[in-house]
């Protein structure tokens, strides 16, 4: 292949990973628009539980699996009972974590309160990422129990790690309030947030979550499906 077609290909592919954004690629995504994707709170979409991929999400813990096409970015999980996503009554689900490596992250052990089992919802992601905040949503029915950390929809890219941060830009989504989000701009997410340093950046592992936080413990490890119930628990108490 000639020297410039090479060259030309690979802007291609460059241009093609800035514009992507990521992918909610469990559960089941209501919809992908690249070109709308900043558009809250589910990427210029709306729920529709008689048409859509409808997903049982396990309120004890379940898997969100994403595939950040952007170098880094911070991740915020919510839910919500509105089956409309259009009022701002979410829940944030767990810990914003700031993922270091492009390609594909799973967070598992996710949980919701137990009374929503039962119940049909919504599961928000959202991810501040260079270009600003990114969204995309689920439709869900919350189902009792807990789902098996190791199932095939749970993967990690080789070299993605992940830590804890607190994230200014995602902090008023994270408090329901999507209109302040809108309307605070669109920062890189480099300059808004305070990360838990993390001292291991060893290559992640399939079917569990990446990289050490805090210095000590793995996100995809039993202490840490332990302590993400433990810290899920204190959100839904707020």
């Known amino acids: 292949m000639a020297?410039?077609?090479?060259?030309?290909?690979?802007?291609?592919?460059?241009?093609?990973?800035?514009?992507?954004?990521?992918?909610?690629?469990?559960?089941?995504?209501?919809?992908?628009?690249?070109?709308?994707?900043?558009?809250g709170p589910c990427g210029s979409f709306t729920p529709d539980f008689t048409k859509d991929n409808v997903t049982d999400f396990h309120v004890g813990g379940?898997?969100?699996?994403?595939?950040?096409?952007?170098?880094?970015?911070?991740?915020?999980?919510?839910?919500?009972?509105?089956?409309?996503?259009?009022?701002?009554?979410?829940?944030?689900?767990?810990?914003?974590?700031?993922?270091?490596?492009?390609?594909?992250?799973?967070?598992?052990?996710?949980?919701?309160?137990?009374?929503?089992?039962?119940?049909?919802?919504?599961?928000?992601?959202?991810?501040?990422?260079?270009?600003?905040?990114?969204?995309?949503?689920?439709?869900?029915n919350f189902v009792a129990g807990a789902a098996t950390a190791n199932q095939s929809t749970c993967t990690n890219s080789t070299g993605v790690t992940a830590s804890y941060v607190t994230d200014a830009n995602l902090a008023p989504l994270a408090a329901g309030n999507d209109t302040a989000a809108a309307a605070s701009g669109t920062s890189t997410s480099t300059a808004t947030q305070t990360a838990s340093t993390a001292s291991d950046t060893s290559s992640s592992t399939a079917n569990a979550a990446p990289g050490r936080v805090g210095g000590s413990v793995p996100l995809g490890s039993a202490t840490a499906v332990v302590l993400a119930a433990m810290l899920g628990s204190a959100y839904m108490l707020l």
């Open 62 to 140: 379940d898997n969100i699996a994403v595939n950040l096409l952007h170098t880094q970015g911070t991740w915020l999980y919510r839910a919500t009972l509105d089956q409309t996503a259009a009022s701002n009554n979410w829940t944030q689900l767990f810990p914003e974590v700031m993922q270091t490596g492009l390609g594909k992250f799973c967070q598992p052990a996710i949980a919701v309160p137990e009374s929503w089992a039962g119940q049909k919802g919504v599961i928000g992601v959202v991810v501040d990422a260079p270009d600003g905040l990114l969204y995309q949503c689920a439709a869900v």
């Open 3 to 39: 020297p410039l077609a090479s060259a030309a290909l690979l802007l291609a592919a460059s241009a093609a990973v800035v514009n992507a954004h990521f992918t909610l690629d469990y559960p089941s995504t209501i919809g992908f628009d690249e070109d709308e994707e900043p558009t």
